[in-house]
Structures are given as C-alpha cells and as structure tokens.
C-alpha cells in the first residue's frame, strides 16, 4: 500500500525527548516527526509558557515544510503542547487533521481564563474543548 501523505507529529512529555515514540512510530504509515522540548538540552534556555512552545514548534514545521495535513499527538506535557498547536494553527485557519492526546491532564488555566471565560477551563469542559479544536478541520 502507498504511504499516507498525513505526517504524524509527535511532541513529547515533561522529560522533552520522542524517545517513547519510536516503537508506534516504526510501525506507521505515516510519516513521523518528532519534535523535542525547547530547553531540553544543557545550555539552551527552555522557553516561557505553552504558548511559546507552540508557536517554536510550529516555526519550525513549516522552516522544515511540515505545513499541511498533519496530526498532532502529545504525551503527558506534550499533549498540552499539541493541544495549543492545534489552536494557534486552527485560528490561523489551518487546523491539524487530528489531535491525539496520551495521559495528558486538562490544562488548570487556559487563555479564555485569563480572559473572564472560566467555565471553559474547567476539567468536564477539557473534551468539549478539544472537540472545537477539531471540529474545524
């Protein structure tokens, strides 16, 4: 069978390696990127928020021209990554194809917190959430 043209975005937990992936990753059809934590590695400066992750991330998809149909899948940290990936590119209005989530815990305070929007942040509203993200591909 041909090889999907979908790439597999995989974005790791706290500990900032794809390591964890390579198994599910040998066996895709998809092609498969990885991307690390930024700040991971001695002597880099880990950045600021999920938000700055995000938007890093994205950056260098598309330098690597990773721009289109793509599905975003984190564990653990990783999936609140992948989470705020999917949603700057959605608002950009070029949301993933997916985004798969692994062990990942609803995010405590999201921007519409910050922006009077509470009830949206609350962990029963986590799917619903998510479910907006992905209804808008």
Not at 36 to 44: F, H, K, L
Not at 47 to 65: C, F, P, Q, T
């Amino acid at each position: 069978s041909a090889e999907s043209t979908t790439r597999v975005v995989f974005l790791p937990g706290i500990g900032g390696h794809v390591f964890s992936f390579a198994g599910i990753a040998d066996r895709m059809k998809s092609t498969t990127v990885g991307l690390r934590a930024w700040g991971a590695e001695p002597g880099e400066e880990p950045l600021g928020s999920v938000e700055e992750l995000a938007a890093k991330n994205l950056e260098e998809l598309d330098r690597a021209g990773v721009k289109d149909d793509v599905v975003f899948a984190g564990y653990s940290f990783g999936g609140l990554v992948a989470y705020e990936m999917a949603l700057q590119r959605a608002a950009a209005g070029r949301a993933p194809r997916h985004l798969v989530i692994f062990d990942t815990m609803a995010p405590a305070i999201r921007r519409s917190c910050r922006r009077g929007r509470g009830r949206a942040c609350t962990p029963s509203r986590w799917p619903s959430a998510i479910g907006k993200v992905a209804s808008t591909t």
